[in-house]
């Protein structure tokens, strides 16, 4: 049940999450899923095979940037947000608060 | 230093296997997956978990290996454009282009046999069109190089009673005309010759003139580039003899010097005052150096022999126009029983048709020919992208499994087919470019001036769209089919099964290839064998070790008939002395060198009756020596000698016209140029020399001797021992020897000239032939493509069948029996075709019929061998089959 649930919302906003994580600084591949793993308190998961084909895309699309920095003889890819993906996330973060806000008024949850 | 705990490359690797090797970009992935690892492992380590297992959830992070590859896939081959966004730009069309088109290329290049076949294919078919049809379009579609050309006629004279087509326009008619008529804005005549030019300080150069009337250049709407037009008192009789340059001869001769102006030239002993140089447009007449006013009288009845041209008042028809000059040339008969104006009527037509007309049928037949060639060349495309698209239908399957749209899928392919089609545009472009130049080499050296020959870039547009769309539309169909297809059914059918809607789509293209290319073998076997029918042909003479070369006397210089006939016969001795000259003579007109005609009557022979023509007779005048040295054949009787004035000698054709059932020789004939009463007397018959080509009909001929009528200009005849090119510039020598201002014009072996008059049948019997084989190797190329591909479809049913106990020789026969059912099918229909078109070849045909048996036999049985190769290689590929093999691949 839980591993349904986690799939179907992952497939839909997976963007909007990676966007949002790298707005404010530059986070390579393996903090962005921690990230993602602490903030939602473990309820969302990426793995490595489905996060970095979604960087990749979001990458060609203009959206991120991704850069090879080397940190103490590591070299990481620190993806950060292109002004294009600013909009694009301002608008995903309209779209899904006007989305949730209808799933609570059809639900009833704001009235429960 | 190695910072890594764990080399995780390998694991790494190994779950990407499946993913088409991409160079750096996959060592790029690598290197971040192996980053992510270790700092999964360390955080796990960090956090108490044994190293064991720590490294296996690591690990676990890659998923499995088909997930992956899934992910990777979907990512570096995008399914769709992303979804569209509030803010969302979508500006990085250029980019996914850009991915769809280096993508193709690399599809291209992993099959390079079959690229090579499309690219081919398409630079063929656009490179023969776009020679061929600038061909054409520089000869009938260009607009001549002047101003509202359209509106410019030829005028001219026709005598059907004569049995002339064209015979000129009389002075009396020009003058008539020009005056009374109302269609025409203005009217030009003229007279083209050449004289012998001498400026002072230079060589003596043979030039071509035209005498024209001051009103030419208006008629093309032109201005001199420097000086000034004729006036109107210099084109009056006795007027002053004034000339303008042409552009050309003003840059060669005097290196476009502007004080050419008031220079005077001599010519042909006369001196004219240079007044004014032409404008580089002013290319019509064709090819003249000069123009001098015509100062015609009007009064002079004397003969037809102007050229008109005019312009037409804007929104008159030119059928109009000849009423009008009708109504003029009939008005001046009233009140006259006998003028001439009875016979002679006004003739117009475009400038263009007047000078082209000979060339129509032929490049008619070209373009048809060419447009065969297309046809083949898109069909065979078509089933070239048939049959790829066919064998790609699995990979589509799987792309389109793996979450491709159709849509993402119809654009790579159409991205593919795209590629393709330009990579063989470029090639068309430049084959095309280098074709027509070679082609115009082959255009003879008289070819009008106004005409101009470039690549036309919309025709090319239009071809290479043709061909892209036969690429694209044939391209698409299968792999819109493969992706709209459930995906699990289309890979589960694996290799074996093949659409029967399909081949029997490939099989109609092979069909009408094979028709197609068999009807244009059959054209071009015909026009081949008419051309060899025509070099078969006996030119009446003896072609092999003569020189000719012309020889204009200034008039001036040689104004009594007595010197002109010294001077020539002077020259002859002289020329006659060279050593390797076996024999020397002269004649007015050689072989392929032009028409003088007048009329005869016979006395006492054929009488012709009251609807029957009169024939016009080519007339020469003839050193005695001649029929000697040109190696003409005496049928009875003998050459005139030289002081016989009055006796001629006369052709087949004229004894067979005008004494049909008596023996010529010693009968008297008329000329209409004679005074009443005069006669000449038949001495000789000879067989008919093919004056006008070799597949062109004679007409009655008659020999005059010189001395009869010296004329100013003759051509001079060499039987030679020794190769006739060696003894020109010592026949030059002889002539300066003579006379330092005289030129030698023309010098040509008689060989050159019958080479010369046959280029047109030449030029288009070898080309279509060359556009048949093309044809042929395409169709061969298509069979063989379609059959192999058909082969290698069904092995797996070749291999039960095998298993079964089939023999090889019986799957041979069984693939071969397939394959030659289709050819025999288009040989069928390309016969029909051949049988119903050939008759619009019969006026470029000679010699043969166009349904001669013996080209058709040996086309099919052509057609039938080479479809029996074509389907040869791939039916043994098939015999040979190991059935264990094919059917464990399976």
């Known amino acids: 049940m839980a591993a349904a649930y986690d799939r179907e919302l992952k497939k839909g906003n997976a963007e909007l999450l990676i966007l949002s994580l790298v707005e404010d600084q530059p986070r390579h591949g393996y903090e962005i899923s921690k990230q993602i793993k602490i903030r939602s308190q473990g309820r969302l998961t990426f793995h490595a095979a489905s996060l970095y084909p979604l960087l990749y895309r979001l990458e060609s699309r203009g959206w991120i940037h991704g850069r090879w920095v080397e940190n103490s003889g590591r070299r990481r890819r620190y993806y950060r947000l292109t002004p294009e993906g600013r909009k694009v996330l301002a608008a995903r973060r309209i779209g899904w608060q006007e989305f949730a806000a209808a799933i609570r008024r059809v639900a009833g949850i704001e009235h429960a | ?890």
């Open chain 2, 1 to 890: 230093m190695p910072s890594y705990e764990h080399d995780w490359k390998p694991a790494i690797r190994e779950r990407l296997a499946r993913l088409p090797a991409d160079g750096a970009w996959q060592e790029h992935v690598i290197e971040e997956f192996e980053q992510h690892l270790e700092d999964c492992y360390r955080e796990l380590c960090a956090s108490g978990v044994p190293e064991e297992v720590a490294r296996r959830r690591a690990l676990e992070e890659l998923e499995t290996s088909e997930r992956l590859t899934e992910e990777l896939r979907k990512m570096r081959y995008p399914a769709a454009r992303p979804p569209a966004v509030l803010g969302d730009s979508g500006g990085n069309l250029m980019d996914s282009l850009w991915r769809d088109v280096r993508y193709a290329i690399r599809a291209i290049r992993s099959t390079p046999g079959f690229a090579l076949m499309a690219i081919g294919m398409l630079a063929v078919g656009i490179a023969g069109n776009a020679a061929i049809f600038s061909i054409f379009d520089g000869l009938f579609l260009r607009p001549l190089p002047f101003a509202h050309s359209e509106r410019l006629v030829d005028i001219d004279e026709t005598a059907p009673k004569w049995n002339l087509k064209f015979v000129g326009v009389s002075n009396p008619d020009f003058f008539a005309w020009r005056e009374g008529n109302q269609t025409f804005e203005k009217m030009a005549f003229f007279d083209t010759g050449g004289g012998t030019m001498v400026i002072s300080g230079g060589d003596a150069e043979r030039v071509s003139a035209a005498l024209v009337t001051r009103d030419l250049l208006d008629v093309l709407s032109l201005k001199p580039a420097l000086g000034r037009n004729f006036t109107a008192d210099e084109d009056k009789p006795k007027g002053p003899k004034v000339t303008m340059l042409s552009h050309k001869l003003w840059q060669r001769r005097f290196a476009g010097d502007p004080k050419v102006l008031g220079r005077i030239l001599k010519v042909d002993g006369e001196a004219y005052t240079v007044v004014g140089v032409l404008p580089q447009d002013a290319v019509f007449p064709s090819n003249v150096d000069l123009w001098s006013p015509l100062q015609a009288d009007p009064k002079n009845q004397g003969s037809w022999y102007l050229n008109g041209v005019g312009r037409l008042k804007p929104g008159v028809t030119i059928q109009q126009a000849q009423a009008d000059l009708t109504r003029i040339h009939k008005g001046m008969i009233e009140g006259e029983k006998n003028s001439v104006n009875n016979i002679t009527s006004p003739v117009l037509m475009p400038l263009r048709d007047r000078y082209l007309g000979d060339y129509r049928d032929a490049t008619n037949i070209l373009l048809a020919g060419v447009g065969v060639v297309l046809l083949i060349a898109c069909v065979n495309i078509a089933g070239l992208m048939l049959v790829r698209g066919t064998a790609r239908a699995r990979e589509i399957a799987i792309r389109a499994a793996i979450g491709a749209s159709r849509s993402a899928i119809v654009r790579q392919l159409l991205t593919e087919s795209l590629v393709l089609a330009a990579l063989g545009c470029l090639l068309g472009v430049f084959l095309g470019n280098v074709a027509l130049r070679g082609m115009l080499t082959l255009l003879p050296d008289d070819t009008p001036q106004w005409l101009t020959f470039g690549m036309d870039w919309r025709f090319l547009v239009f071809c290479a769209a043709l061909t892209a769309a036969s690429a694209v539309i044939f391209g698409l169909g299968p792999a819109v089919q493969a992706a709209r297809l459930q995906p699990r059914a289309s890979l589960q059918e694996g290799q074996s099964s093949f659409s029967r809607a399909r081949r029997n789509a490939l099989g109609a293209l092979i069909v009408g290839e094979v028709g197609l290319s068999l009807l244009l073998l059959v054209s071009a076997g015909l026009l081949v064998q008419a051309f060899r029918q025509v070099m078969k042909v006996d030119p009446g003479f003896r072609p092999q070790n003569l020189l000719t070369f012309r020889v204009w006397l200034p008039s001036a210089e040689y104004s009594k008939p007595e010197q002109r006939q010294q001077f020539f016969q002077t020259l002859l001795e002289r020329l006659q002395a060279l050593p390797g000259v076996q024999s020397a003579s002269a004649v007015s007109i050689v072989p392929f060198d032009g028409h003088s005609g007048t009329f005869y009557e016979a006395v006492g022979g054929r009488v012709l009756g009251p609807n029957e023509k009169n024939p016009v007779v080519l007339y020469l005048y003839a050193w005695p020596t001649y029929f000697d040295t040109m190696g003409l054949t005496f049928l009875s009787g003998r050459s005139f000698q030289e002081e016989e004035k009055n006796r001629v000698v006369v052709n087949e054709s004229f004894a067979k016209f005008f004494f049909p059932n008596v023996d010529p020789l010693g009968r008297s004939i008329q000329c209409s140029c004679m005074k009443k009463g005069d006669t000449l007397e038949i001495v000789g018959v000879t067989r008919d020399v093919k004056h006008y080509g070799l597949d062109q009909e004679m007409r009655p001929s008659v020999f005059n001797p010189y001395a009869q009528r010296p004329r100013d200009s003759m051509v001079l005849v060499m039987r030679t021992g020794v190769e006739p090119h060696s003894l020109i510039s010592a026949a030059r020598d002889t002539l300066r020897g003579l006379n330092p201002e005289l030129a030698m014009a023309q010098p040509r072996t008689m060989v050159e000239r019958m080479d010369r008059s046959l280029w047109a049948r030449r030029a288009y019997s070898w080309l279509f032939g060359a556009f048949a084989i093309v044809a042929m190797v395409l169709a061969a190329a298509g069979i063989y493509g379609v059959t192999s591909y058909v082969v290698s479809r069904r092995t797996r049913e070749i291999g039960i069948r095998i298993a079964l106990g089939a023999l090889p020789g019986q799957i041979l026969g069984w693939v071969l029996r397939s394959g030659m059912g289709l050819v025999t099918l288009g040989v069928t229909l390309g016969l029909a075709g051949a049988f119903a078109t050939s008759r619009f070849l019969e006026t470029l045909l000679f010699g043969v019929k166009p349904r001669d048996p013996g080209i058709y036999v040996a086309v099919i049985c052509g057609v039938i061998f080479v479809g029996l190769l074509a389907n040869l290689i791939p039916a043994r590929r098939a015999a040979a089959l190991d059935p264990m093999r094919t059917l464990r691949a399976e």
